[in-house]
């Protein structure tokens, strides 16, 4: 985890402000999913194997533990989790270094929330290695503090990390936004008492109490984000 926190500006005596943004990265910020699965796809080529197309949902949105060791079992290839797991980073850090789409309306949200100082954290289920190479594009400035997913014992669906990041800003989870874009981060931000904006990617998401689906990021700004908080 890095952090630089400042004084939360957004806290109010009455405890009904929202005191953190904490931000999914792959598909929610940067157009990356795809990516993902590219890589998978490209890799398990090389080792002799054709991955079904419906196993994507399963592996989106996932640690790469859990990806990769449900491709290894659904295919039965001969290869371990760690080997995989250095394999995938490496193609997809190639595909990003040609080209990394921002999600509609990313760009726009991150320079709203930076402009009215509210504290903000990404959290990722990718690695340290990951991250960092992709904070070039979305900008590290706009980050108060950075989770990633080798850096917890357990990461999405598991709520540690929200926890985490909620912690590290001085925030109270009941009062912080989540935006995600999967199944497996909304569960995760759900389990640590967040409310959550959800804007599918790849599969589908209901809505439910404390969860709020939209259609892309161009309908979340901070007026919006701090209505989630009205009891």
């Not at 726009?108 to 509210?118: D, G, M, P, T, Y």
């Not at 080798?150 to 990461?155: F, M």
């Not at 931000?189 to 990617?201: D, K, L, R």
Request: charged share 15%.
């Amino acid at each position: 985890m890095t952090s630089t926190v400042p004084a939360l500006g957004t806290r109010t005596a009455e405890g009904s402000t929202l005191q953190a943004v904490l931000l999914d990265m792959d598909g929610t910020l940067v157009d990356t999913e795809g990516f993902w699965w590219d890589a998978e796809v490209a890799v398990f080529a090389a080792l002799g194997y054709t991955l079904d197309d419906t196993w994507r949902q399963v592996v989106v949105g996932g640690p790469m533990t859990r990806s990769a060791g449900f491709l290894i079992e659904a295919t039965g290839a001969d290869i371990t989790v760690d080997e995989l797991t250095v394999l995938l980073n490496d193609g997809f850090e190639q595909r990003i270094s040609r080209t990394l789409p921002l999600m509609p309306g990313a760009a726009r949200l991150l320079a709203e929330l930076a402009a009215h100082q509210v504290p903000t954290a990404l959290v990722s289920a990718s690695h340290r290695r990951i991250i960092d190479r992709v904070l070039h594009s979305l900008g590290a400035q706009n980050f108060h503090l950075t989770v990633a997913g080798d850096e917890v014992s357990r990461t999405k669906p598991h709520p540690d990390p929200y926890l985490l990041a909620a912690s590290g800003l001085g925030a109270e989870p009941g009062r912080c936004a989540v935006i995600e874009d999967t199944a497996t981060g909304v569960a995760a931000a759900e389990a640590a008492g967040c409310h959550v904006v959800a804007v599918p990617s790849v599969a589908p998401i209901e809505a439910a109490p404390r969860r709020t689906v939209v259609p892309s990021l161009e309908h979340v700004n901070l007026p919006f984000l701090h209505g989630l908080m009205t009891p």
